[in-house]
């Protein structure tokens, strides 16, 4: 089994999916080229599942937490800082 690191574009919204490899892991998430970026550890040859990640700005209200791993922060231009969460149980995010 190799393993590879794949990037995923992630878009600056409330939630998103993103199909990924089974098992994949996320290394981290940064920004490139004004772009919110994760890199994750995955092995090429696994199904695809889908995981869904949610955005939450500063100040936010967080429902749900325990349902939630943190993943990351990043800033944009203008300034408004913004962390991504995993929903843990793959399901239909709730605010």
Known sequence: MNKQ?????LQTTDSQEVKMPEGAKILCLQMQNSNPCIWALVDASAKIERRVFQTFGTGEKISKLSELKYVGTYQLLNGLV???FEW??????QK
């Open 82 to 84: 913004l962390h991504v």
């Open 88 to 93: 843990i149980e793959r399901h239909s995010p």
């Open 5 to 9: 690191i794949w990037k995923y574009q």
